[in-house]
């Protein structure tokens, strides 16, 4: 019996959920784009929420914006969909209004945790990575020649911990000694990453290295440039980039604005925010290959060619 490719993505990802801790999925081959070609499609920062407008923030308005970019990927028939945070404002129900959006997707969607998606009741936050339809905080995707890490940047936060606990305590204690140091992204909106997290990330990386694979990190916060956005471990971050050479990108959302930047000829891509605006809207198509990659940059996002570095 002869498989369609949707057919195919669909088994790996079942296949995949069940073997993997994290979970990841695995996709085929891609036909469609040729040799080692992936095209994604990427928002950042819907922040949806029925609720009037906030200065520049038009919270009911990224219903349309993201049914506009979900209806584009599917002409475009990208091999996979990222949501870099942020799906909602607030309020638990915004998730139904969203996640009905996302359900017409046809290619998978892949999510990383934004801190407003934990601006939900107190007992709501240990439900929203299955609310949201990930298989855990942070995970990977395997495709042919790339290994995608999805990070969890509210691993060590005020906002995704609860209240009374010992992680809530630890996330304040480092928050207070960053903000002794007066670091500029010691703020209550941004979160670290984990020991345990970091980790994992190094084993992954040395993993793709052993498979001659190209890693992409995702997240929530930025790492770079200097920002008061910015993750509050970032310097963490960049020297462990610094070290595997395998890593090719990092992309995020969290600032609205945008940003751009490269540390060690690694591009640190800061897509901007879908929210902002009430009619222009956010959201790119991602042509990659193992020398660099492409951006089509729609609305408020620009276009690039990005290179990059040689392993």
Not at 153 to 159: A, F, G, P
Not at 186 to 196: F, H, I, P, R, V
Not at 245 to 264: D, K, L, Q, S, T
Request: hydrophobic letters at 40%; a neutral charge.
């Amino acid at each position: 019996m002869c498989l369609s490719r949707r057919t195919l993505l669909q088994k790996s990802a079942s296949i995949a959920t069940f073997l993997a801790i994290p979970s990841y999925r695995i996709l085929a081959d891609q036909p469609s784009v040729g040799g080692s070609k992936l095209q994604l499609g990427v928002v950042a920062d819907p922040q949806y929420a029925d609720v009037p407008a906030l200065g520049t923030r038009f919270y009911r308005k990224s219903i349309q914006k993201l049914t506009e970019a979900v209806e584009h990927f599917n002409e475009q028939r990208v091999d996979l969909s990222i949501s870099l945070g942020d799906l909602i404002d607030r309020n638990w129900s915004s998730f139904d209004a969203m996640t009905g959006v996302l359900g017409r997707s046809k290619s998978p969607f892949y999510h990383v945790l934004g801190n407003h998606d934990f601006d939900v009741l107190e007992e709501e936050k240990r439900k929203v990575v299955h609310r949201i339809g990930i298989p855990s905080k942070y995970y990977r995707v395997l495709a042919p020649g790339w290994r995608f890490l999805f990070l969890d940047t509210n691993d060590v936060s005020l906002y995704a911990t609860e209240k009374d606990s010992d992680e809530r305590r630890d996330a304040d204690a480092m928050l207070q000694e960053l903000r002794s140091k007066k670091i500029p992204q010691a703020q209550t909106w941004n979160g670290a990453l984990g020991s345990k997290q970091l980790h994992w990330i190094r084993e992954e990386c040395l993993e793709a290295t052993k498979l001659d694979e190209r890693v992409i990190l995702f997240a929530h916060h930025p790492i770079h440039p200097d920002n008061n956005h910015n993750l509050w471990n970032a310097e963490e971050l960049k020297k462990l980039i610094a070290e595997y050479r395998v890593i090719a990108a990092w992309m995020n959302g969290h600032n609205h604005a945008g940003n751009y930047g490269v540390f060690e000829d690694v591009p640190m891509i800061t897509f901007k925010g879908m929210v902002e605006t009430e009619s222009n809207n956010a959201y790119s198509l991602l042509t990659l290959a193992k020398e660099g990659l492409e951006i089509q940059g729609f609305g408020r996002e620009p276009s690039r060619q990005i290179p990059f570095r040689k392993i």
